[in-house]
Structures are given as C-alpha cells and as structure tokens.
C-alpha cells in the first residue's frame, strides 16, 4: 500500500478505513467478530489508517475498533473523534467540547480503544459555544501528556481552521469530499494547502451512490441513516444524480475497473497529501477499494470527468444536521 503524509509527519496508507457503518448508520450489522476479521484483513493488506468515534453507537464502534486492533497496535493510526453530549449534560445529541468533556471523552475512547494514545483526535463537530482557542489547548495540553499525537477538525470552517491551527497545529481535517460534492474545493482546499494540513474525506464514495449499485427504485431499511438525506430520500434528485452512474462505468469500462475505483483514484489524484475512507463491511468490496490506489487516471481521463460538468443535486444532510456543520 502506498503512503502518505498528513499535516507535518503523521504518515498513513494512502487509503484508510471507515468504520462507522460497521455499528451505525448502515444496517443490517454484521456479527461483531466479523467485523474484527475484517479490520484485521484490512491491517494485513495495508491499510494503517483507522477511522471511528464515539457517537458511532455511542462508544460501540471504538470498542469494534480497539478489540480489532489490539494485536497491531503500534502497526496502525487510530483516528477517533469528541465533541457531542453522550452522557445527558446538555441534551441529547448536543454538541459538546468544553474542555472537561473533551478530557473525561479521551479518557473513556482511550479505554474502549485499548491503547495509551490517540494518534489522531478530531472535534466531530464546531461547538459554537466553546471558543476554538479553548478547544485546541485542550487537545495541545492531552497532547503534552502523550495521551494524543495529532489534533485533527471535522467539517470545520476556514476560519475556525486558522484559528485552531494558531494554538495548535491541525493535522488533517476531515470533511465530506467526493465526485459528487465537490465544496471544499473552493475555499477548504486551499487552505489546508497553505497551512501545511492532511485532508481525510469521508463517503468519497457518495454514501454507496458512487459504485452504481443505487438507482431511483433502491430502497433503503427503516433506520437506514440514507433515508433522513434529502439526496437519497427526493426521487426527482435521485434521478438527477443517476447522472455520474453514467459517467463512472464508462471511463471504468475503459480501465477494466470499476466506477469505485474511478471515484477513489479521482480523489486520489487531486492532491497527495488527501486520504480517502471508504467505508464497508465485506471483505471483496474492501478489496476493490484498496485496488483502486493502482488506478492513475490518464490527463485525458481527468478531463472528461471536468468536462461532464457533474454536480452533485440535493442537501447532504437533513435540516437539523445541517447546522451543526461551520462554514
């Protein structure tokens, strides 16, 4: 597996893993230690990039996470994340990162993920009641003890970046990123390219939309987290976007790949220090997204993708999760 750097010197297998969808958001789950077999073959195959939070569950998937890694501690990255009320404080599902929280959180992920370090810590979310400043020599002061290596952000704000970043260098913000939504590109991009900060985006495969197996007829579980997303729920939307299922297998037919793997190496492509991760919870669609890093799109290649003009229609997030993201 190729290798790249996040931020200064955090360095990461070229794609890493999400494991969200293995407890939460995804359903059906697979068996606990099928997922376990599947963190440890993703490790055996490269990856050294791992991805989970407290709220996944809560706490459910960073127990998945730590039991999983246990055997390969000091071979891989752990990226978790704070920054939500899970304990009733506030309210329910509240956000959260006043300095007590974010230190009482750490405690309890360092635990659950059975390790003595957190080597990259996000805030899940800007808390818009917690200064930044605070917020970051917070994590700078866990970083000082060893309990933390690097201070990542998640769907951060230009602004709340640089003011992050001034207290405490960030490592790599995390926000969503693919074919299909293409913001970050105006103003996120080149910040984190003139700070010197990794960018980790997640659903780069479009929440599963990407790898053309969704059409307009595809039915998602009741608890499906896809089923509260105006982009999934809005059949008039839904056929609109069918667009980049038509643009993706043409150019993977042409490569003998999949539209997955076009989508992953697009990202790739756009700049070296971004690490995609993809999430899943089978062993062959794992497999096809780690091929995706031998896929080097051709300049021709790239271009018919820019000429296609694609953009993404509909909100990402419902109403109430939507202000919950700072731009």
């Given amino acids: ?70 055997p390969a501690r000091d071979q891989v990255v752990i990226a978790t994340k704070f920054g939500f009320d899970l304990e009733g404080a506030i309210g329910p599902g509240a956000l959260d990162s006043r300095p007590q929280t974010i230190r009482k959180s750490v405690d309890g992920s360092l635990k659950r993920l059975r390790t003595d370090r957190i080597d990259l810590l996000y805030q899940h979310r800007v808390d818009p009641n917690v200064p930044i400043e605070d917020v970051a020599g917070t994590v700078k002061e866990l970083i000082e003890q060893g309990k933390v290596r690097h201070f990542g952000m998640s769907e951060a704000g230009v602004q709340s970046i640089r003011r992050a970043h ?16 293409r913001e970050p590109e105006e103003a996120i991009l080149p910040t984190l390219e003139e700070l010197g900060i990794g960018f980790v985006p997640f659903s780069p495969l479009g929440k599963g939309f990407l790898t053309g197996t969704i059409d307009a007829t595809t039915e998602f579980s009741s608890d499906d987290f896809r089923n509260t997303v105006p982009r999934f729920t809005d059949p008039e939307v839904r056929a609109a976007n069918l667009a ?29 220090w971004i690490v995609p991760i993809p999430g899943t919870t089978k062993l062959h669609r794992l497999e096809e997204n780690l091929a995706a890093v031998e896929v080097e799109l051709t300049p021709d290649e790239l271009r018919e993708i820019e000429a296609a003009q694609l953009e993404g229609q509909g909100a990402r997030y419902s109403e109430a999760a939507q202000r919950m993201i700072d731009r």
């Fill in 1 to 70: 597996m190729d290798k790249r750097t996040l931020g200064q010197n955090l360095e990461v297998s070229a794609l890493g893993l999400g494991c969200m969808g293995m407890s939460t958001a995804f359903p059906p789950f697979p068996e606990k230690q099928d997922m376990i077999s599947l963190i440890r073959a993703a490790a055996e195959r490269g990856v050294t990039l791992f991805d989970t939070a407290q709220v996944y569950g809560p706490f459910t998937n960073e127990d998945l996470v730590g039991a999983a890694l246990e």
């Fill in 244 to 272: 980049f299922v038509e643009l993706l297998p043409r150019i993977a037919d042409q490569r003998g790949a999949t539209p997955a793997q076009i989508a992953l190496a697009w990202l790739l492509a756009r700049k070296s």
């Fill in 166 to 181: 001034a207290v405490q260098p960030v490592t790599a913000l995390q926000s969503e990123y693919s074919l299909w939504w």
